[in-house]
């Protein structure tokens, strides 16, 4: 029995689904990836606790302690993290008066916000409720979500043995650039948001004379002058 070209083409269909299926399961995609700043991640519970948590980048613990006062505090050992913005720890009482689980997310502000759960801790040690970050968390989207990188600015300033150019970085990062231009080529490091003067000498034809400012943050910049 011969096939239709219907069936041939819904079995060639199956046949690269079944082969190829994978190919259509989407990329999974970078995140933004948040960290605690200092060595301690601080909270403060809607309720009037305050926690301290000891923190190493994306890790918290392993050691924290809640205070409603400065002289009434009850302490536990800490584990969890951070997860992009996502943060979710626990801390175990000492003592034996049970675990307390906090969840929250970083905002875009880099404040974290969220709740925490668990059994009370009698005569005022600690109660759970909603909590915010005291200050911010640092966050870093993927490069692919970032803005590229600006081109440092270069203003050109003839004079009667050359040309001085005045760059200045617009990227926010310290580089290593080169210029060049017409067989001659110059070296020099560019400050974050700083500046620097090259002097390139030169004999006056008349002309455009253009060239290249390469920096090693990956911006780069044309340049021309009439010299």
């Known amino acids: 029995m011969s096939l239709t070209i219907t069936q041939k083409l819904l079995g060639a269909a199956a046949a690269t689904i079944a082969v190829g299926g994978f190919l259509a399961v989407p990329a999974a995609q970078a995140e933004t990836t948040c960290t605690v700043p200092g060595q301690y991640l601080n909270l403060h519970q809607s309720n009037g606790y305050d926690l301290v948590i000891s923190a190493n980048g994306t890790s918290l613990g392993p050691t924290g302690l809640a205070r409603a006062t400065p002289e009434l505090a009850t302490y536990g050992n800490v584990s969890g993290g951070l997860k992009g913005r996502n943060i979710d720890f626990t801390i175990t009482w000492n003592d034996n008066k049970g675990a307390a689980h906090f969840a929250g997310t970083v905002g875009d502000d880099g ?13 005022n040690l600690w109660n759970p409720g909603s ?25 050109p300033d003839p004079g009667i043995a050359g040309v ?6 617009r990227s926010g990062v310290a580089s290593q650039c080169t210029y060049s231009s017409e067989g001659f080529e110059s070296s020099f490091g560019l400050p974050a948001n700083g ?20 920096c090693d943050n990956g911006t780069s910049t044309k340049t021309s002058v009439f010299y």
Do not use: M, Y
């Not at 909590?131 to 203003?155: F, H, I, M, N, R």
């Not at 390139?200 to 400012?213: C, E, H, I, Q, S």
């Open 164 to 169: 001085t150019f005045h760059i200045t970085d």
């Open 131 to 155: 909590w915010d970050s005291v200050g911010a968390l640092t966050c870093t989207a993927p490069e692919s979500q970032q803005a590229p990188k600006l081109g440092p600015t270069v203003t």
């Open 111 to 123: 404040v974290a916000h969220g709740s925490s759960t668990g059994p009370s801790i009698p005569v």
């Open 195 to 214: 500046s620097f003067d090259l002097f390139v000498p030169a004999v006056r034809l008349f002309k455009n004379r253009t060239g290249t400012v390469t």
